[in-house]
């Protein structure tokens, strides 16, 4: 989705920003309107690659995780863009929508209180990815689950390594910057 939305507005995200097709470059580079646009699409990709193991495999544990945790890895690292997508985060959080949508309702709530708070997006993504695999995991009594979705998170955190690298150096742009309209081109 963010690929052909940046082409139809003559942008390629892979140039500006993060250099990522993700919703929170989308947002830096083509406005909040292509950012929620691309948000839904990645949050519903993962909440239907959920949705749809756990009723072709209803006996199967842990399946729904399974499949989550492809759908964001096949987000991270999609085959017909020579393996270069977003960061995750957002079918991060269709996935957890599907695994108990009450919390990630909860997480969802705190990523923006985190985000508005320290004006950071990748704060309160990486608070969320690093909370939901211990409370989901210790909800279920389920380690198998937390290291399911370990992996992710892992993969997750590096990917938003110059994110930290950025914020520790004060270059990071920050949400109110990009409400502001400021751009950051590679």
Request: charged share 15%; aromatic share 8%.
């Amino acid at each position: 989705m963010a690929l052909y939305l940046s082409r139809l507005k003559g942008v390629d995200l892979r140039l500006g920003g993060s250099g990522n097709l993700g919703a929170s470059n989308a947002t830096l580079l083509l406005g909040w309107r292509a950012g929620v646009l691309v948000a839904l699409h990645d949050i519903g990709k993962a909440a239907i690659a959920v949705v749809l193991a756990e009723l072709i495999y209803p006996d199967v544990k842990n399946i729904g995780a399974v499949a989550g945790v492809a759908a964001v890895m096949g987000h991270i690292f999609p085959a017909p863009m020579r393996f270069r997508g977003g960061k995750g985060f957002a079918a991060y959080i269709g996935m957890t929508l599907a695994l108990n949508w009450k919390f990630a309702l909860a997480v969802m709530v705190m990523v923006l209180m985190v985000t508005i708070i320290t004006d950071y997006i990748v704060v309160g993504t990486t608070a969320t990815v690093l909370l939901v695999p211990g409370y989901l995991g210790w909800e279920q009594r389920n380690l198998l689950l937390a290291i399911i979705l370990l992996l992710a998170t892992a993969v997750i955190l590096y990917k938003h390594k110059e994110n930290y690298v950025r914020m520790k150096r004060g270059t990071e742009i920050g949400l109110r910057s990009a409400a502001r309209g400021e751009r950051r081109v590679r």
